[in-house]
């Protein structure tokens, strides 16, 4: 009998926690060197995306989105794609219409 309640105090099984990710630290308001990097950097960029920006110049989604629509409006970059989920810009090569 007492082989019989010893079997089922084993070891508890540990769950593992899953992957945890590294919180980044984005700014939400442009310094004067992200400023002028947005300008001189993303209009030589080929494929320019949200993702991308926020990657290359350490800011927000809503501010690297607001920042992309501004350079389109400007003529700096041409819209590919822009859907709900994904906008998809180009450099402006000339006069492609």
């Not at 630290?25 to 993702?51: A, G, Y």
């Not at 989604?61 to 992309?68: D, F, I, S, V």
Request: glycine fraction near 8%; include cysteine.
């Amino acid at each position: 009998m007492a082989a019989a309640m010893a079997g089922g105090k084993g070891k508890k099984k540990k769950w593992s926690k899953g992957k945890s990710r590294d919180k980044v630290d984005n700014k939400v308001l442009m310094s004067k060197e992200q400023f002028d990097r947005l300008h001189e950097e993303v209009p030589k960029m080929k494929l320019i995306t949200v993702s991308a920006v926020v990657e290359k110049l350490k800011i927000s989604g809503g501010l690297a989105r607001r920042a992309l629509r501004d350079l389109a409006d400007e003529g700096k970059i041409r819209p590919v794609c822009l859907s709900r989920a994904q906008q998809i810009y180009t450099r402006h090569v000339g006069d492609e219409e």
